[in-house]
């Protein structure tokens, strides 16, 4: 958390290298700071924090001790005593959490992958075995591992063994690309990237190469579908059988780091979001709670579990925390989706809008199957709109809970006790009792209840910067973030949302800035002036529509444009599904393109169109 960043930032500037920066390392023992060093450490202690420890004393202080002391002078730190005091944040850790065997049954199936079954037990084992053999090929507490996994069982054992060790995976969604993994690693300076050998007909495993190349604090490469490790290229698939217990002198604290979740961004580059175990352990409790989790639970993982919302929303953790069953699939066919859930009596899935849409033109096409074990479809990510909610509540015959939150750790649902006409028609309210929400106007003035304004929220599973203190703008001085939605507050007490302040495309529930679109459009040499809006779309809700001003060259067409972009390194799922040229960019009062104009353009375009 910060206290550790704040620490960790005075070794740094001391020259000492992050990968020694770990946790336990003691300052005079491991870090062999001299006299002079440790001199500069009590007097940037006592400048920043006004805190005066004594680094002479027998006692070899460790980073994380170091840490603690500088916690307790850092702003927030009353409300981290209160969130303590109130239960909110437990000394728990994620994966004992996740796969403890002294709770619930060791017996029971836990996790069922493609074409493997892990029960309780199974599954602690494998964790362990995996901490052990991570261990072994060098991963240390404190390194960041980038996880760019798709929904098999290997991700769900990497992730909660690379916890266990107190090394800190960062979750990395399987369908970004070159563009947008550069910044991630420039970000994170990752030690280990852990990736397909293919997925989806791309070569991760090629560019992962690269990026080794590239970014010299990257050693191992952990690849799945490969057998045999070589040329420090370690496979997953022999990492996760069970083995040797997990190593024991592993230092922990609940207020660490346990993993990195990405933004999906209001602008450019994802930032990471760094979560602590007793905040998102939080946030993974009162989700599941609300969402009425019990160990007879079956969770189907169908979004990327590299997701929020499908690995702790309550996802994948919350359902392995209250001791029931977690189920991957890929999100790409509803069929095999549908044959899963009558074959492992599913009872909770989460969707996007678009995908639920997809969903009901399968369930329709394919009828036989018995969905009667579904007790809750949970959709969020994006808007659900009232006519497709109750069609899924028809067509599978179960509760439809709706959800909006997001990755910076503020979740809302609907209650399952919430009237349909509830239900179908607000975006839900916090699952956790210490969440607070305030909805002002541009000012930051409180709008009236009832009135549109952006959603600001603080609490105790909601991070209150990101890492490396980056778009501190994102968060107002008192630490509530800043979510760039606009919603209104419901006579229910729900929240609806009614449209952003942020500059994002929602593409069926994957977010996509459109100023990171724009400045790579603007490379290509016909292009003069470039504008990204959303464009209505029947399945995804929004799609992707450029408008483009040519320059002397001649002004690419939709497939150029998409070559461009692809050949740039950006995700395939942010490409322009529409390329309209114009001889100028509509503008605004103070001179900024008017993309409301825009909008409204391609609304009208699309209606005439039919
Ligand atoms: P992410 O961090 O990727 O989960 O994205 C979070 C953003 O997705 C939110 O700030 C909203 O803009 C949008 N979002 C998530 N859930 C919903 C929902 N149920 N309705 C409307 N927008 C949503």
Same mark, same amino acid.
């Given at each position: ?34 006299? /002079? ?32 002391? /500088? ?7 009353? *409300? ?117 050998? +293919? ?14 190349? +590239? ?51 209001? #602008? ?30 079956? &969770? ?94 028809? *067509? ?16 809302? &649902? ?10 179908? #028609? ?43 203190? /980056? ?51 603007? *490379? ?63 503008? #605004?009062?103070?001179?900024? #393109? ?17």
């Amino acid at each position: 958390m910060a206290g550790i960043e704040e620490v960790r930032k005075i070794l740094r500037d001391l020259g000492i290298e992050e990968e020694l920066l770990r946790d336990d390392a003691q300052l005079r023992t491991h870090l062999a700071l001299d006299s /002079v060093d440790l001199t500069q450490i009590q007097v940037e202690l006592a400048d920043r924090f006004a805190t005066r420890v004594d680094l002479w004393t027998e006692h070899d202080y460790t980073v994380r001790q170091l840490a603690d002391i /500088v916690g307790e002078r850092l702003p927030g730190a009353g *409300a981290h005593r209160e969130y303590r005091d109130r239960g909110w944040w437990r000394p728990e850790f994620l994966d004992d959490l996740a796969v403890s065997t002294r709770v619930h049954a060791g017996h029971r199936v836990a996790l069922v992958g493609a074409d493997r079954t892990f029960t309780r037990t199974e599954l602690e084992a494998a964790v362990s075995g995996c901490a052990a053999r991570l261990a072994h090929t060098g991963v240390r507490p404190g390194e960041t591992v980038i996880v760019q996994l798709p929904n098999q069982v290997q991700i769900v054992i990497l992730v909660l063994a690379l916890i266990r060790l107190g090394a800190r995976p960062a979750l990395v969604l399987p369908a970004l690309r070159e563009h947008e993994l550069e910044s991630v690693l420039t970000a994170l300076t990752p030690t280990v990237l852990a990736v397909p050998a +293919r997925h989806q007909r791309f070569d991760h495993l090629r560019l992962a190469e690269k990026l080794r190349e +590239r970014h010299p604090s990257v050693r191992t490469l952990l690849v799945s579908g490969i057998t045999g490790s070589a040329g420090g290229r370690v496979s997953i698939d022999e990492l996760i059988e069970a083995g040797p217990p997990a190593p024991e002198d592993v230092v922990r604290h609940p207020s660490d780091t346990a993993l990195f979740l990405l933004s999906s961004g209001t #602008t450019g580059a994802p930032k990471p979001i760094a979560r602590t175990h007793e905040a998102l352990g939080h946030v993974i409790r009162t989700s599941a709670a609300v969402s009425g989790l019990t160990p007879h639970s079956v &969770f189907l993982a169908v979004l990327p579990v590299t997701h929020a919302f499908a690995f702790s929303g309550p996802g994948i953790l919350g359902t392995l925390a209250g001791g029931g069953k977690v189920v991957l699939a890929a999100p790409e066919d509803a069929a095999v989706a549908m044959a899963l859930i009558e074959r492992e009596r599913v009872t909770h899935c989460a969707l996007t809008p678009a995908l639920a849409r997809q969903w009901l033109t399968a369930s329709a096409a394919l009828g036989s199957h018995d969905l009667s074990s579904l007790q809750v479809l949970q959709i969020g990510g994006a808007r659900l709109d009232e006519s497709t909610a109750t069609r899924l509540a028809e *067509a599978f015959g179960c509760r439809i809970q709706q959800v909006y939150g997001m990755s910076e750790g503020q979740l809302n &649902f609907t209650r399952l006790e919430d009237p349909p006409e509830v239900a179908f #028609t607000t975006q839900g309210r916090p699952s956790s009792p210490g969440d607070e929400t305030l909805v002002v106007d541009g000012e930051g003035r409180r709008v009236t209840d009832g009135e549109i304004g952006e959603l600001l929220v603080r609490g105790p599973g909601v991070i209150t910067e990101y890492h490396g203190s /980056v778009a501190a703008a994102s968060f107002t001085p008192d630490g509530f973030y800043r979510t760039g939605d606009l919603v209104r507050r419901h006579e229910s007490g729900n929240f609806v949302v009614a449209g952003r302040v942020k500059d994002v495309i929602n593409r069926g529930g994957e977010k996509i800035p459109a100023d990171e679109l724009e400045a790579l459009v603007l *490379a290509h040499p016909g292009v003069r002036a470039a504008a990204a809006v959303a464009m209505p779309h029947r399945v995804l809700g929004e799609a992707v529509c450029l408008y483009v001003v040519g320059s002397d060259d001649a002004v690419p067409s939709l497939r150029e444009m998409r070559t461009h972009l692809e050949d740039g390194g950006l995700a395939r799922f942010k490409l322009p599904e529409r390329l309209i040229e114009v001889p100028e960019l509509p503008l #605004t009062a103070v001179g900024k #393109t008017d993309k409301a104009r825009l909008r409204d353009d391609i609304r009208a375009r699309l209606h005439t169109e039919g």
